[in-house]
């Protein structure tokens, strides 16, 4: 049997320079670390997307571990979303177009990477991914059943360890992890995704190729509750 460690990338950088993390994000992951070595948890592969996000984490979290990058383990690239769905929901979305520009005007206004704008999961934002996960509009990039596709093929190949395995990660692919081993369907991954905590733990146990949710959202390393972030 082995036990698969999902993790969350610490709290990122700001909307403009989202893949980075911030000085939060880096507290967070030391935390983890110190978790991690208060319950003697060793691991025998280290796995982390290929985000800077993703691998900033594993470097804070596991110091001087050999980690193995594989970008199946990437989220979704959330900007180009943007760049080719948010003209057609303006266009129809009066709703969200509104709430486009209001965003636009916040970050023009913004003061730093604390600030709501960078830190809030907004209605446009909620309108944006559902709109691209009904693939409603043509699209030049990943689809979303593609990217379903490619973090099923990446957990599909980490669950051949023996022990313990840990990935850095982000919420989405950790979201649709926990929604195949509960037989949700697909769009229910983003309802879990957005539970999950910065730095925060899922695991998985594995026995003979299956696959059981184990845990969900642990982030007992995080007893501040400053600390407890979603974005």
Same mark, same amino acid.
């Given at each position: 049997?082995?036990?698969?460690?999902?993790?969350?990338?610490?709290?990122?950088?700001?909307?403009?320079?989202?893949?980075?993390?911030?000085?939060?994000?880096?507290?967070?992951?030391?935390?983890?670390?110190?978790?991690?070595?208060?319950?003697?948890?060793?691991?025998?592969?280290?796995?982390?997307?290929?985000?800077?996000?993703?691998?900033?984490?594993?470097?804070?979290?596991?110091? +001087?571990?050999?980690?193995? !990058?594989?970008?199946? #383990? %990437?989220?979704? *690239?959330?900007?180009? /979303?943007? @760049?080719?769905?948010?003209?057609?929901?303006?266009?129809?979305?009066?709703?969200?177009?509104?709430?486009?520009?209001?965003?636009?005007?916040?970050?023009?206004?913004?003061? +730093?990477?604390?600030?709501? !704008?960078?830190?809030? #999961? %907004?209605?446009? *934002?909620?309108?944006? /991914?559902? @709109?691209?996960?009904?693939?409603?509009?043509?699209?030049?990039?990943?689809?979303?059943?593609?990217?379903?596709?490619?973090?099923?093929?990446?957990?599909?190949?980490?669950?051949?360890?023996?022990?313990? !395995?840990?990935?850095?990660?982000?919420?989405?692919?950790?979201?649709?992890?926990? @929604?195949?081993?509960?037989?949700?369907?697909?769009?229910?991954?983003?309802?879990?995704?957005?539970?999950?905590?910065?730095?925060?733990?899922?695991?998985?146990?594995?026995?003979?190729?299956?696959?059981?949710?184990?845990?969900?959202?642990?982030?007992?390393?995080?007893?501040?509750?400053?600390?407890?972030?979603?974005?």
């Amino acid at each position: 049997m082995s036990v698969l460690y999902l993790v969350r990338h610490g709290q990122a950088g700001t909307r403009e320079n989202y893949d980075s993390l911030s000085e939060v994000g880096r507290t967070q992951a030391r935390l983890l670390r110190d978790y991690f070595q208060s319950q003697q948890l060793e691991f025998d592969a280290v796995y982390s997307g290929g985000l800077k996000r993703q691998q900033a984490t594993a470097a804070e979290t596991l110091p +001087g571990a050999k980690v193995l !990058v594989d970008e199946g #383990w %990437n989220e979704f *690239d959330l900007a180009q /979303v943007y @760049a080719e769905y948010a003209p057609h929901l303006a266009a129809s979305d009066d709703d969200f177009r509104r709430e486009y520009e209001d965003m636009q005007e916040q970050l023009k206004l913004s003061r +730093g990477p604390q600030d709501q !704008v960078h830190r809030k #999961w %907004n209605d446009c *934002d909620k309108k944006l /991914v559902r @709109a691209w996960v009904e693939s409603r509009h043509p699209y030049s990039g990943e689809t979303w059943p593609s990217f379903v596709s490619r973090i099923h093929a990446a957990l599909a190949r980490v669950i051949h360890h023996e022990g313990n !395995v840990i990935v850095f990660t982000s919420a989405t692919p950790i979201g649709i992890c926990a @929604a195949r081993t509960l037989e949700l369907e697909d769009g229910r991954a983003m309802w879990l995704a957005s539970v999950l905590m910065n730095a925060s733990y899922t695991t998985l146990r594995i026995r003979e190729q299956e696959i059981r949710l184990f845990t969900l959202n642990n982030a007992p390393h995080l007893d501040d509750p400053s600390l407890r972030t979603f974005r």
